[in-house]
């Protein structure tokens, strides 16, 4: 196991950040860390990579005790904080060979290469850091996290600041990374999730309320999202009739959009209702949940 984390609580003051967090997180995993802003996200992060403590609890990674063994845990693991810390009157090549140097990589400038290719620095290399946009100072942060080769990687927010090709890079080299590393991610981009995260793992005023596959949790939501036409006009006021329907949206024409959170598959009730006041449904589509809809649905109770 990775990262196993027993029991964490962390104070701040009176104010109660993190309430008895457990989870682990296995090898060649790619784990999407999810929460509103102020839930307690970055704080469990912090305390992962030591750089401060729990209040109560213990946290393991790759075998290391976080605060018995805290050198140890840095080596196995690299870091892309939310607010991505650079040296901006370095440039790119300068940077990642003085982080090389810190880790005492053999063949700095070799691996100092490899990280330029691999996060597509290669015409910005020789630029000082901070004449560098948004997108390609993440690009150079990322670079130096996973420099020393390490069994971990704990991302906050990684792809800030990136435009659509850029996005869409980073997220195939993170998911490159994760089929020979454990990587932890925080973002808000929920496409992001659905497209790279093995796991989701949501937080909500510093306790967990979900942690399963993201194609589970898209799957046991309450919510139902029905799309449906019929052969002619119908009022709104009488599609608030059908039985476990709380919301209804006119679309267009005659096709409406219908909102239940009943457990039952409510379709049979839509085609119930057609038949007893003689319509006929021409299209009906029920919408899989997107990881929007699962975030809302759970950090709002």
């Known amino acids: 196991m990775s990262i196993l984390v027993n029991n964490i609580s962390k104070l701040y003051g009176a104010q109660k950040a993190l309430n008895n967090i457990s989870f682990e997180v296995g090898s060649n995993e790619i784990v999407g860390f999810l929460g509103p802003n102020g839930a307690g996200k970055s704080t469990m992060m912090k305390i992962l990579t030591c750089y401060i403590p729990p209040t109560e609890g213990t946290a393991k990674v790759c075998g290391f005790d976080i605060t018995q063994q805290s050198l140890e845990v840095r080596k196995q693991i690299g870091y892309l904080p939310?607010?991505?810390?650079?040296?901006?009157?370095?440039?790119?090549?300068e940077f990642l060979?003085?982080?090389?140097?810190?880790?005492?990589?053999?063949?700095?400038k070799n691996r100092v290469k490899e990280m330029i290719d691999m996060t597509g620095l290669q015409l910005e290399q020789n630029k000082?850091?901070?004449?560098?946009?948004?997108?390609?100072?993440?690009r150079v942060g990322l670079a130096q996290a996973i420099i020393h080769d390490p069994k971990v990687l704990i991302m906050d927010e990684p792809t800030t600041g990136l435009d659509p090709n850029q996005l869409e890079e980073i997220r195939g080299l993170i998911k490159a990374l994760g089929k020979e590393k454990t990587v932890m991610l925080?973002?808000?981009?929920?496409?992001?999730?659905?497209?790279?995260?093995?796991?989701?793992?949501?937080?909500?005023?510093?306790?967990?309320?979900?942690?399963?596959?993201?194609?589970?949790?898209q799957k046991n939501t309450t919510q139902q999202i029905i799309t449906?036409?019929?052969?002619?006009?119908?009022?709104?006021?009488?599609?608030?009739?059908?039985?476990?329907?709380?919301?209804?949206?006119?679309?267009?024409?005659?096709?409406?959009?219908?909102?239940?959170?009943?457990?039952?598959?409510?379709?049979?009730?839509?085609?119930?209702?057609?038949?007893?006041?003689?319509?006929?449904?021409?299209?009906l589509n029920k919408e899989e949940q997107k990881m929007e809809d699962v975030f809302k649905e759970l950090t709002k109770k």
């Open 186 to 217: 925080s973002t808000h981009i929920m496409q992001e999730v659905e497209a790279i995260c093995d796991r989701v793992i949501i937080i909500n005023k510093g306790e967990i309320v979900a942690n399963d596959e993201t194609k589970n949790l």
């Open 82 to 93: 939310e607010h991505n810390p650079l040296y901006l009157d370095m440039y790119v090549k």
């Open 97 to 108: 060979e003085f982080v090389g140097g810190i880790y005492k990589i053999k063949n700095s």
């Open 128 to 138: 000082k850091i901070g004449a560098l946009s948004k997108g390609y100072r993440q």
């Open 228 to 283: 449906v036409e019929f052969d002619k006009e119908v009022s709104e006021k009488l599609l608030h009739k059908i039985t476990n329907i709380e919301k209804v949206s006119h679309l267009q024409g005659n096709t409406w959009q219908l909102v239940s959170t009943s457990k039952e598959d409510v379709r049979k009730d839509i085609f119930n209702f057609a038949v007893a006041n003689n319509l006929s449904v021409l299209t």
